[in-house]
T-cell receptor, first 115, second 115 residues
């Protein structure tokens, strides 16, 4: 049981390049999400998904796309990287329920630098 | 929209002493969850403690306890017998009660342990 895995751990891009940050979980969690962490701003929600085929925007979605074709995977795509997207990106997953507090499990993060 | 405020960017404490980290939040909801997460230099997000708003009793987890003041919308974390391994960024987070796993984070408090 690997939990939540993210690849790559580090990435450097040039402005305008595209790339995909990978996230996978093996806990059969319905809910998955992407956050970005910037200095002095905590973690902010980019996109989330409540199940395969269902995604929605979070607080800071501009410049990012997501899809959820399987329960296990939730990739985050940067279509045209900008320096403002330099950040640490975290993927998280949890069981989805209308009541009860379910722990969110976070991946180890990806540090992205856009030059 | 909910907001979470951590007014102490940095705190320090002598090893074996007690320290309290502050968190306030703003919400119009009556039922919700509150969390404290720890982020050590490894970047991994680790759940420290959680509180259900409908419970009057303050949550405790070993050396970690909270002071939850619902009317004041305050949720402080007390760390007793501080240890060197407690050095980390600590984030307060809010989650609505029904049907949504989205977390709203504060900006974090960096805790330093003085040997």
């Amino acid at each position: 049981n690997a939990g939540v895995t993210q690849t790559p751990k580090f990435q450097v891009l040039k402005t305008g390049q595209s790339m995909t940050l990978q996230c996978a979980q093996d806990m059969n969690h319905e809910y998955m999400s992407w956050y970005r962490q910037d200095p002095g701003m905590g973690l902010r929600l980019i996109h989330y998904s409540v199940g395969a085929g269902i995604t929605d925007q979070g607080e800071v979605p501009n410049g990012y796309n997501v899809s959820r074709s399987t329960t296990e995977d939730f990739p985050l795509r940067l279509l045209s990287a900008a320096p403002s997207q330099t950040s640490v990106y975290f993927c998280a997953s949890t069981t989805f329920g209308t009541s009860g507090v379910n722990e969110q499990f976070f991946g180890p993060g990806t540090r992205l630098t856009v030059l | 929209a909910q907001t979470v405020t951590q007014s102490q960017p940095e705190m320090s404490v002598q090893e074996a002493e007690t320290v309290t980290l502050s968190c306030t939040y703003d919400t119009s909801e009556s039922d919700y969850y509150l969390f404290w997460y720890k982020q050590p230099p490894s970047r991994q997000m680790i759940l420290v403690i959680r509180q259900e708003a409908y419970k009057q009793q303050n949550a405790t987890e070993n050396r970690f306890s909270v002071n939850f003041q619902k009317a004041a919308k305050s949720f402080s974390l007390k760390i007793s017998d501080s240890q060197l391994g407690d050095a980390a960024m600590y984030f307060c987070a809010y989650r609505t009660y029904f049907g949504n796993e989205k977390l709203t984070f504060g900006t974090g408090t960096r805790l330093t342990i003085i040997p």
